[in-house]
């Protein structure tokens, strides 16, 4: 709690039941939020949001909205998408509240008020990180719907619905309270990281892998064969956990907002976009494994194997880390081998992604100019694929060199440790001595240094690949795993890489090659 605020109480009140001047929650302990969500009028694409507050000797509060959501690291300035905020004492009388910036407001509250704030939301981008309202469904990215107190990131918080004309809530909160759909995040942070599909849902039927449930919910997720795509997804999983060998939450829910683009991870959730038409042949099955593979492997990559600097989170100007290779990077990486390994594409897939991969990094003319690190550092700026055509390329994607650099460390463990150990291993150091043990994110040098632990020598010329622009040695590296690689040139005149097995591998190279996608 603030050490500038004695005792701030903030209740709901719930206009659609128990009656006029009736609080839910108004016996919780202080600085507890609870947030009315209404949706009245769907097709005007706007939200109703509401709380009361009961200041104790404070005159002054500042309220402030979110200008990005963790896992999409863009501002967003949600702000923008807000209006007609106002607040009101008990007996209905206006009180002042102005607007200092784009994302603040400062509520003037006199002490011993009870206040009811409130205002509405815009929900009109159709996008994984925007929130969505139309005639038949809501989307809602709490980052951009829920204010904050400023200096109460920590306190509890709860989130009722209403929206009687939609029958089903899908989120990774826990409902409370389910006649009135209330939900309770622990925090802020939980808050934010817990995003809500309302709407006439689809729940396939679910699964349990070492006794944990997880659930696929969606909207309007098409024609598609559901018992086939939730045994895929099922192995999926299975292979991960097979990884990682811990399941940190008790359900996890995988939530299809349908059509459109991307998707964002969050701890026992995933938001996808999602359509069952791109499941119509084998390629598109793989492909939408490899995405669900991705977000899923989140929860472990980013979420709790996290860089030091992500948590706790600046909501304001947004936080950057040299490390999003490592967590965007490594978890594409990720993503073909718990597909591969779940037995959902064979070693002639697993070298076409990652080929797609190396041509896309080899013919970008921003390789000359910017470092992994730098491409993470600068994402805020340059997007998370580069500049994209904005003026000339000087940027990189660590979509596309995160999962190759990451392919070459693997590899370069693995020939160091004689295969006793590999970047699994890393990746499982990091969450039980990171995340389990000490409760924090790791620093840039933590992550080289349990590296070369599981190595057991120095990898400065990996980590050159990491820090500077130097060209990468496929040669050497895919040939600790029996691999070779071959350059071609297109008919465009771009370089066109493949890689193959060689023709004779020692014993080595065939232990690293076939422990490495997954045979004894």
């Known amino acids: 709690m603030s050490p500038t605020i004695t005792k701030i109480y ?18 919780e302990a202080s600085s507890n939020f609870h947030y009315h969500i209404s949706i009245d009028n769907p097709e005007n694409q706007s939200l109703q949001v509401s709380l009361d507050l009961l200041v104790g000797d404070q005159d002054t509060l500042i309220l402030k909205m979110p200008n990005w959501t963790p896992g999409y690291y863009q501002l967003m300035n949600y702000s923008e998408q807000v209006s ?31 206040i009811k704030l409130s205002y509405e939301v815009k929900a009109d981008k159709k996008f994984v990180a925007n929130s969505l309202l139309d005639s038949k469904h809501a989307y809602l990215v709490p980052a951009g719907v829920f204010m904050y107190l400023d200096g109460e990131i920590n306190s ?19 409902l409370v309270h389910g006649e009135v759909k209330t939900y309770f995040a622990e925090d802020f942070d939980v808050l934010y990281d817990s995003p809500f599909l309302i709407g006439d849902l689809e729940e396939l039927p679910s699964f349990e892998v070492n006794g944990v449930k997880h659930r696929f919910i969606g909207y ?22 097979g990884i990682m060998r811990d399941i940190p939450f008790e359900e996890y829910t995988f939530i299809a907002i349908g059509p459109g683009r991307g998707g964002i991870e969050h701890m026992n959730s995933t938001t996808v976009s999602f359509d069952g038409k791109q499941l119509e042949d084998q390629e598109g099955m793989i492909r939408m494994m490899n995405f669900l593979a991705h977000e899923y492997f989140h929860h472990y990559n980013v979420k709790r194997i996290r860089p030091f600097e992500l948590g706790p989170f ?11 290779w490592v967590s965007e990077g490594l978890t594409v990486y990720y993503e073909y081998l ?15 992604n990652l080929e797609s991969d190396i041509n896309e990094f080899e013919n970008d003319p921003g390789k000359v100019h ?61 969450y039980t001595h990171y995340y389990q043990k000490l409760g924090r994110g790791f620093t840039d040098a933590e992550f080289q240094q349990t590296c070369e632990e599981m190595a057991g020598i120095p990898l400065n010329e990996v980590f050159n690949y990491v820090y500077t622009k130097k060209e990468l040695d496929y040669d050497t590296f895919l040939g600790y795993a029996g691999l070779e690689i071959t350059k071609d040139k297109t008919v465009a005149g771009e370089s066109k890489f493949t890689i193959s097995r060689m023709e004779s591998p020692h014993s080595l190279q065939k232990l690293i090659l076939n422990s490495w996608i997954g045979l004894k």
């Open 156 to 174: 509890p918080a709860t989130v009722t619905i209403d929206a009687d004309q939609w029958p089903d809530v899908a989120t990774g909160l826990k």
């Open 314 to 324: 600046d909501y304001d100007r947004g936080t950057k880390t040299n490390l999003l």
């Open 10 to 27: 903030i209740l709901l009140a719930i206009s659609l039941i128990g009656g006029e001047g009736n609080f839910l929650y108004s016996q």
């Open 220 to 241: 309007e997720m098409g024609d598609f064969d559901r018992v086939k795509f939730m045994q895929n997804l099922k192995k999926v999983v299975e292979s991960s956990v």
């Open 338 to 352: 718990v597909t591969l390994r779940g037995g959902l594409m064979n070693e002639k897939q697993l070298f076409e």
């Open 84 to 114: 007609r905020v106002s607040a009101r004492v008990k007996d209905g009388t206006e009180i002042p509240i102005s607007q200092l910036n784009p994302n603040t407001w400062q509520l003037i509250s006199g002490q011993n008020s009870q």
């Open 370 to 430: 910017q470092s992994l690190v730098e491409a993470s550092f600068a994402t805020w700026g340059d997007g998370p694929f580069g500049t994209m055509g904005k003026g000339p390329d000087r940027s990189i994607s660590y979509y596309a060199k995160g999962p190759i650099v990451g392919m070459l460390l693997d590899f370069a463990i693995r020939d160091a440790s004689k295969n006793k150990h590999s970047l699994d291993d890393v990746m499982r150091r990091l």
